[in-house]
């Protein structure tokens, strides 16, 4: 199982130092991979709710908020081996053109690092600030995807589609990897997990729940079987907080390992200080027992 590291996109330490010292330590206590989440603009009043758990994001307007492709860009060049994540990208609320060559040139200039994670995203008032339509997010996200994958498979791509047209064009460079970097689906509602079974090369889960994974896993493998694709073609991810105890941490790492959960993505309460803590305890106590095991 591979360990990932959420890296510390708003607040004090969402700055060069505070990115780049997560992101070379964590390479260099050889964890797997580092990841951003994505939000352009903070509806300073909105009118929807943060839906996983309190009424409100984890972060406030006055924190600001790194972009996602910027921070990922930075951190490519100020590491060597670590994969690049996104944990995840609000696809539906993006151009998908700019985002196939956007995600092409990163994936070219870090020489095959990015994992593309993909959702519907959730606040509408951000939706439409950027110009997009909330409505229909879901089916638009199916449409780009495809885009995404002829554009990085064949370079030159006309489409019509139900959302987007357009003629024959060409997006170059080809990113790095070839057919392009695989894209997982997140999201803990029935249609993320249809949806990346049907269109994904992995679901993206949210939490450390074993059964409840595994239940979901089971039914993004039932809808790749009724796509006529095969259960070994996708993979199981999630995003966990981990105890501070490395004991602890290790049970419920196992724990997922177990399941068949092949990257955890880890999110750490705090600033760089947190993070390095982290990256310390997995380093010293938790990777080498998981890793023997």
């Known amino acids: 199982m591979k360990i990932g590291l959420h890296l510390p996109q708003w607040g004090a330490d969402a700055t060069r130092s505070g990115v780049l010292d997560v992101a070379r330590a964590a390479e260099e206590a050889g964890l797997d991979s580092l990841w951003v989440a994505d939000h352009v603009v903070y509806p300073v009043q909105p009118g929807t709710s943060y839906p996983y758990g309190d009424a409100r994001p984890p972060f406030a307007a006055e924190d600001g908020f790194l972009e996602a492709f910027t921070t990922l860009a930075a951190v490519a060049g100020a590491t060597e081996r670590v994969e690049l994540g996104t944990s995840v990208l609000v696809l539906p609320m993006r151009e998908p053109l700019l985002v196939a060559k956007t995600i092409a040139t990163l994936d070219v200039l870090s020489e095959g690092r990015v994992l593309v994670g993909v959702g519907a995203g959730w606040w509408r008032e951000e939706f439409e600030a950027l110009g997009a339509q909330f409505e229909g997010r879901g089916s638009r996200m199916d449409e780009q995807i495809e885009i995404l994958r002829a554009l990085w498979r064949d370079g030159a791509v006309a489409h019509r589609g139900r959302s987007y047209e357009f003629e024959e064009l060409a997006c170059r460079p080809h990113p790095a990897r070839p057919g392009g970097p695989p894209i997982v689906v997140g999201g803990m509602a029935p249609r993320a997990m249809q949806r990346a079974g049907a269109l994904g090369d992995g679901w993206h889960a949210l939490g450390s729940h074993a059964e409840t994974l595994a239940e979901g896993f089971e039914e993004v493998l039932r809808s790749a079987r009724a796509a006529g694709r095969a259960d070994g073609e996708l993979t199981l991810s999630t995003s966990i907080v981990l105890p501070p105890e490395p004991e602890r941490a290790l049970r419920r790492l196992s724990r997922l390992a177990g399941i068949g959960v092949a990257h955890a993505v880890v999110t750490v309460p705090g ?23």
């Open 271 to 293: 600033g760089a200080a947190e993070l390095l803590d982290t990256i310390e305890m997995l380093a010293g106590s938790v990777l080498p027992e998981l890793r023997a095991a």
